[in-house]
DNA sequence: TTGATTTTGTACAATTCGGTACAAGTCAGG
DNA sequence: CCTGACTTGTACCGAATTGTACAAAATCAA
């Protein structure tokens, strides 16, 4: 075990792993090599023991590794042996696919709460959520324990709604918008943009 | 200019400058900097200059860059300087998304066709897009010139559906399954998880 | 015109990352 | 028990990536 800094790019990688470990193990299968592991991720053996091993000695030589055990580390590792609290902004056609998406429960998170600044919508139902008044976002989510958000709005409003998110303590968002964000240093973005997804592959084409 | 072989992880950084490039244009910005563009980026100059110098000398010593070039320069670079047509594999929550977003429009694709293999779907519509049937859809592809295509399936179909888009000339495949593909080299890939995501923030929170 | 300021492109250095190889542990079968 | 096949964890090394620093070009104000 290694009490080191690690790097992003392993943290990175990691979820991938998981997300392939829990499908074996729903398939029924109970053990795996870094081998076998490799070849359904694409990602070579030598560096997904090496990934691995940064957190601990939990596979057996000769062996592998036991799949539930190596998801239960995994999910340690990566704070998702609970359930997250997750703030969904925009109930726009994006944020009622996220809504309504089954993915979620046994991967960490649990939508509580939808915002939308459009009045018309506030009071309407996504599914089981009532999609609330999105003036209302910052006191909602400070008497909420919620650190993570989700943003389906448009570029436009993305900095000053993250601003606002920022200021009401979520540490974590996943931005569907297509802009970059500027937050301190305490709080993560990811993005998901099509659009820039699909330019990474055209240079090849 | 450098004819050699340019390393993937600066291809991947290009559609963010171009996005960022972009929403300045829209602003009616003529000219930018490395430090600029790196500080709405998050991207720090010499990075940025770097990855730019790749392709050419596109930038003006104590001017910087004019962004109408820079961006012409980029939508090449990239072969967005064009339209690609699209396939949209999934009319799920996640499709009906995709199918109706706005923003691929100037960012250099088209979405041309809709599958699903639900047949009471097939022949309905999304805005004005026809569902068609999922069984017709190598025969479509390969009477098409469609090379990229977007999946937004079941994890568990995901790579049957995959295999049959590479057997019809797909070249590039945003994924929305929640699962790793596995392609010919020829092939590219773009995951888009929101789980995975999510779960690459956790670990930091 | 001149000097101060800005900014690029790149050489060089430092760091990070991934691949190779192997000792050592494990297991199955005879 | 013994042998052969497997597999992990890691030391070592080369490759890839990023950061630092600066010469040279361009602009601007006086």
Redesign the pocket.
């Known amino acids: 075990m ?1 009490a080191e800094k690690i ?4 943290i990175g990688r990691l979820p991938v792993y998981l997300r392939a470990l829990q499908r074996m193990a729903d398939n029924g299968i109970k053990t ?6 490799g070849e359904h991720v694409g ?5 997904i ?5 940064q957190f ?10 036991s799949i539930t055990y190596l998801l239960d580390k995994l999910r340690e590792i990566l704070k998702v042996d609970r359930i997250w609290d997750v703030a969904l902004i925009g109930a726009g056609d994006m944020g009622h696919a996220l809504a309504r998406y089954q993915g979620f429960t046994n991967r960490g998170f649990h939508i509580v709460m939808v915002f939308d600044n459009n009045k018309e919508k506030v009071g309407r139902k996504i599914d089981n959520f009532v999609i609330e008044d999105a003036d209302k976002m910052i006191e909602r989510l400070k008497a909420s324990n919620v650190k993570i958000a989700m943003l389906t709005i448009p570029a436009t409003s993305a900095q000053s709604v993250t601003d606002k998110l920022v200021q009401a303590g979520v540490r974590a968002i996943l931005n569907y918008a297509p802009i970059s964000l500027n937050v301190p240093n305490n709080v993560k973005v990811q993005y998901i943009d099509p659009a820039t997804h699909l330019q990474r592959m055209t240079y090849y084409l």
Chains 1, 2 share one sequence.
């Open positions: 290694n790097p992003d790019i392993i795996t090599s870094s081998q076998e592991l990602i070579s053996a030598a560096q023991r090496k990934d691995i091993s601990g000695e939990f596979g057996k030589q000769g062996t592998g590794y």
